[in-house]
Nanobody, 121 residues
Framework: QVQLVESGGGLVQAGGSLRLSCVTSGRMFRNYAMGWFRQAPGKEREFVVAISWSGANTYYADSVKGRFTISRDNAKNTVYLQMNSLKPEDTAVYYC??????????????WGQGTQVTVSS
């Protein structure tokens, strides 16, 4: 069973930065693509970004393109989300997700518990 644990959320002023981390654990019988989703109050969960196992392929939602950067360190079983130039509309619970393949759209199989990101104006 795959487990995902996010960390790094917090409160930041507009224009600031945060870096989220997602540590994975559990037996892997296949390669895993990884991604981030977010959910704001009263809104449906939305896709943010995905990355292939090797890190060679990435895909960003238009709303975060140029501001957010995903990366992964397979030796540490960790995926990161660097968030710069944060806006109040980025406020949401951010969820780490994994899938058996990299695809567009990203189809997640496992989810983390989420970490809160709050951007003040």
């Amino acid at each position: 069973q795959v487990q995902l644990v996010e960390s790094g959320g917090g409160l930041v002023q507009a224009g600031g930065s945060l870096r989220l981390s997602c540590v994975t654990s559990g037996r892997m019988f296949r390669n895993y693509a990884m991604g981030w989703f977010r959910q704001a109050p009263g809104k449906e969960r939305e896709f943010v970004v995905a990355i292939s196992w090797s890190g060679a392929n990435t895909y960003y939602a238009d709303s975060v393109k140029g501001r957010f950067t995903i990366s992964r360190d397979n030796a540490k079983n960790t995926v990161y989300l660097q968030m710069n130039s944060l806006k109040p509309e980025d406020t949401a619970v951010y969820y780490c997700a994994s899938a058996g393949k990299y695809s567009v759209p990203f189809q997640s199989d496992y989810w983390g518990q989420g970490t809160q990101v709050t951007v003040s104006s």
